[in-house]
């Protein structure tokens, strides 16, 4: 629950309603936020993916492309975020076990508000992407958990989540 300084709900005004927050007064400093999100699937799925043979194309390629427009437009999206100049989109991609993939986006700015929401909104994206792409090869993927690894910079400080 995020919080003002008097003990209120930020993205809440005096009658309850939904409001975009008020950055007017911040300080602009550089801000770095880093998501993963994972999908599960048959270890032939992923080996597929990897050895770029499902029949869409290079699944991954997709993906990264789908993630950098994801976070650049995610004010679209949600409808509290304010839209922000990224100034880097780095999306990588890993195994775990022969069934996980793992996506991992880093967003940076240097602006009056986070980049997390662009980071989420990143990893998800991708993880949706792979989905549609690799949805004819099965249906039973499973997307998630979906989180915030870490961030940097603002009035809130540094967070790093326990692994």
Same mark, same amino acid.
């Given at each position: 629950?995020?919080?003002?300084?008097?003990?209120?709900?930020?993205?809440?005004?005096?009658?309850?309603?939904?409001?975009?927050?008020?950055?007017?007064?911040? +300080?602009?400093?550089?801000?770095?936020?880093?998501?993963?999100?994972?999908?599960?699937?048959?270890?032939?799925?992923? @080996?597929?993916? *990897?050895?770029?043979?499902?029949?869409? &194309?290079?699944?991954?390629?997709?993906?990264?492309?789908?993630?950098?427009?994801?976070?650049?437009?995610?004010?679209?999206?949600?409808?509290?975020?304010?839209?922000?100049?990224?100034?880097?989109?780095?999306?990588?991609?890993?195994? @775990?076990?022969?069934?996980? *993939?793992?996506?991992?986006?880093?967003? #940076?700015?240097? &602006?009056?508000?986070?980049?997390?929401?662009? +980071?989420?909104?990143?990893?998800?994206?991708?993880? *949706?992407?792979?989905?549609?792409?690799?949805?004819? *090869?099965?249906?039973?993927?499973?997307?998630?958990?979906?989180?915030?690894?870490?961030?940097? &910079? &603002? #009035?809130?400080?540094?967070?790093?989540?326990?692994?």
């Amino acid at each position: 629950m995020m919080t003002g300084g008097e003990g209120r709900l930020t993205h809440f005004n005096e009658q309850g309603r939904a409001v975009m927050v008020d950055v007017s007064d911040k +300080a602009a400093t550089a801000r770095t936020a880093v998501a993963e999100s994972r999908i599960t699937m048959a270890p032939s799925t992923l @080996s597929r993916i *990897l050895d770029r043979t499902v029949e869409k &194309g290079d699944v991954l390629a997709v993906a990264q492309i789908a993630a950098i427009q994801a976070a650049k437009r995610t004010s679209d999206w949600i409808p509290m975020c304010h839209p922000l100049p990224l100034t880097g989109v780095n999306v990588s991609f890993g195994t @775990s076990g022969d069934d996980t *993939l793992t996506i991992a986006a880093e967003v #940076k700015t240097t &602006g009056k508000t986070g980049v997390e929401m662009e +980071a989420l909104t990143a990893v998800s994206a991708a993880a *949706l992407t792979v989905y549609d792409m690799c949805k004819a *090869l099965q249906k039973d993927m499973v997307i998630g958990p979906t989180l915030l690894r870490s961030k940097t &910079g &603002g #009035k809130s400080g540094d967070y790093r989540a326990e692994s």
